[in-house]
Nanobody, 115 residues
């Protein structure tokens, strides 16, 4: 059994910053890539950023240069530092972890960016 627990969402003004965290626990011996996706109301879920077990990263075009993904392998935790937030960043942010051949998802954390 695997648990992914996200934290750090909330309300922030445009131009501000937030840091999300996602801790994996349980049967995570084969933990590989971790990352973040988001889903805004009425839109499909989209890639925000991923990071491999060796540190290689991949970002969605809309967040490049503003968001930074990192991980602490000792803590099985992935982070998302979000800077220069825009209203269009408002969404539920989901953590994803690949363990062996299976992808696991967190329950999501809401990020709301106000004017």
């Amino acid at each position: 059994q695997v648990q992914l627990v996200e934290s750090g969402g909330g309300l922030v003004q445009a131009g501000g910053s937030l840091r999300l965290s996602c801790a994996a626990s349980g049967n995570i011996l084969r933990l590989n890539a971790m990352g973040w996706y988001r889903q805004a109301p009425g839109k499909q879920r989209e890639l925000v950023a991923t990071i491999g077990s060796g540190g290689s990263t991949n970002y969605g075009d809309s967040v490049k240069g503003r968001f930074t993904v990192s991980r602490d392998n000792a803590k099985s935790t992935v982070y998302l530092q979000m800077n220069s937030l825009k209203r269009e960043d408002t969404a539920v942010y989901y953590c994803k972890a690949r363990i062996g051949p299976v992808d696991y998802w967190g329950k999501g954390t809401l990020v709301t960016v106000s004017l």
